[in-house]
């Protein structure tokens, strides 16, 4: 997959007519150089899966770090697998909010995705108040260094920088926050791969990312793309985005 990667997150949004978006999103061919995702509801996954026939990649929104067991509601990796996914989210700010997940637990689904032949695409990022209070860059490294699992391949990973306070809610950092946390991750990531492999690591920017914003975001050093929430929903939304990282690439 390339590293400029344009992500769509569907959250808890579609159902069955909703894949009409995805094929106005195919109609025409996509930008070369720049990958595509989107991670609908896993109730979507296989059909969107059948429609997309490769085009782009699937992945889902969250997964379980047992292989299988008694975990009513849960999905195991490698049911998302099956149904045609190659990645998976992990980590999101709503999952660590709503369910109280924890960087191990983050790390262990991490764990779990990597088994199934999944890419994890692992999010981080700070609440309003850790901003105000100065320890952005502190939260992010403790984020880095306790969600990535140990052993992981660079190549394997996906990172999504996300404020918590950016999201859904039309707010974004300034170019230069983006920056200064995009550039914190990649010195992380040399710490840890050494620069080589920090290199094949994407880092994306998510957070009221739309159209009219992109391609500022997309300019701004160290940023390989976006994940995507709600403009990732309609296709004259979403690939205007990918239109901009094409351009920026």
């Given at each position: 997959?390339?590293?400029?990667?344009?992500?769509?997150?569907?959250?808890?949004?579609?159902?069955?007519?909703?894949?009409?978006?995805?094929?106005?999103?195919?109609?025409?061919?996509?930008?070369?150089?720049?990958?595509?995702?989107?991670?609908?509801?896993?109730?979507?996954?296989?059909?969107?899966?059948?429609?997309?026939?490769?085009?782009?990649?699937?992945?889902?929104?969250?997964?379980?770090?047992?292989?299988?067991?008694?975990?009513?509601?849960?999905?195991?990796?490698?049911?998302?697998?099956?149904?045609?996914?190659?990645?998976?989210?992990?980590?999101?700010?709503?999952?660590?909010?709503?369910?109280?997940?924890?960087?191990?637990?983050?790390?262990?689904?991490?764990q779990a995705a990597l088994a199934a032949g999944l890419v994890p695409v692992i999010c981080l990022g700070e609440t309003l108040a850790e901003r105000q209070a100065g320890a952005t860059l502190d939260v992010v490294a403790r984020q880095l260094a306790g969600s990535v699992p140990d052993g992981i391949a660079p190549a394997r990973l996906v990172l999504a920088y996300e404020p918590v306070w950016a999201i859904g809610s039309g707010l974004t950092p300034t170019p230069d926050q983006i920056a200064e946390v995009h550039a914190a991750l990649r010195a992380g990531l040399s710490a840890r791969f050494g620069a080589a492999g920090a290199a094949q690591v994407p880092l994306l920017y998510g957070g009221s990312v739309k159209a009219s914003n992109a391609a500022a975001i997309f300019a701004v050093p160290e940023v390989d793309g976006a994940l995507v929430g709600g403009a990732s929903l309609k296709a004259a939304d979403f690939r205007p985005i990918v239109a901009a990282l094409a351009a920026a690439a």
């Open positions: 997959m390339a590293r400029k990667l344009a992500a769509g997150n569907w959250k808890m949004n579609g159902i069955g007519e909703s894949l009409a978006e995805v094929a106005l999103l195919l109609a025409d061919p996509l930008p070369a150089g720049v990958a595509v995702l989107i991670c609908p509801p896993a109730t979507l996954l296989h059909r969107m899966a059948v429609l997309a026939a490769g085009r782009i990649a699937l992945g889902g929104q969250d997964c379980h770090a047992a292989a299988a067991g008694a975990h009513t509601g849960d999905i195991a990796a490698a049911m998302l697998a099956e149904a045609g996914a190659s990645h998976v989210i992990l980590g999101h700010s709503e999952r660590r909010a709503d369910h109280g997940e924890t960087d191990a637990q983050v790390a262990a689904k991490a």
